[in-house]
């Protein structure tokens, strides 16, 4: 063969060679894009029951929280209000009558689940009488409630006494209706006591 065929031939090969037609990419099969779609939906699924559940237990925790914060400020009020509950005594008597003994107990068991919780009793009189018997009526009456607490455990420097005579009425009058509220101890925390530990055991009501 001349070699200036050759010479074409080979340039005919090398051309060809150099325009060849790339190989075509295979489509996806359409069960495998059905099989792909079904597990993303799968997985969108999970995650939104996945945040459903998160956001139901944070949701579930704060109501436990508010109702645990609300039950609290209860027991606290509760405490307070037996702590603040008056004794009365009949006409010209200083001695703690058997019915005001359960005022006092229940007092009692706040103070013993508290250590340093402090308390002041005031005696009170009501107005027949002269002031200087009165005051000295209403320390007697103060004096006869801490003597019982302080027999049942209470330390006497937890409890402090004042007398306010006849100056102080709780109701107003002139008729015995009047005269037995008047006659009585008024208990009060003082100021700055924060929250109160619960007792050991309930105070019994």
């Known amino acids: 063969m001349p070699a200036c065929k050759v010479a074409l031939l080979i340039a005919l090969v090398a051309t060809a060679g150099c325009h060849h037609t790339p190989a075509a990419v295979a489509p996806v099969p359409s069960n495998d894009l059905a ?9 969108a699924a999970q995650r939104a029951r996945t945040d459903s559940l998160a956001l139901s237990r944070r949701a579930e925790a704060d109501r436990l929280a508010r109702e645990a914060a ?17 004794t009365h005594f009949d006409f010209d008597r200083s001695d703690i009558r058997p019915e005001d003994r359960s005022v006092l107990d229940r007092k009692l068991v706040i103070l013993q689940g508290n250590p340093t919780l402090r308390l002041q009793i005031a005696g009170n009189a ?18 006869a409630a801490r003597n019982y607490l302080i027999n049942n455990g209470i330390a006497a420097d937890r409890l402090e006494v004042v007398s306010y005579g006849e100056e102080r009425p709780l109701v107003a009058g002139h008729d015995e209706s009047a005269w037995a509220m008047n006659r009585r101890d008024d208990f009060t925390v003082p100021e700055g006591v924060a929250s109160l530990a619960r007792p050991q055991r ?3 009501r």
């Open 70 to 86: 609300d039950r609290l400020a209860r027991e606290q009020q509760a405490m307070r209000e037996t702590l603040a509950e008056r």
């Open 202 to 204: 309930q105070p019994v």
């Open 126 to 143: 009501d107005e027949r009488g002269s002031d200087e018997y009165n005051l000295a009526l209403g320390s007697r009456r103060a004096a």
């Open 35 to 43: 099989a792909r779609t079904r597990a993303d939906s799968i997985e």
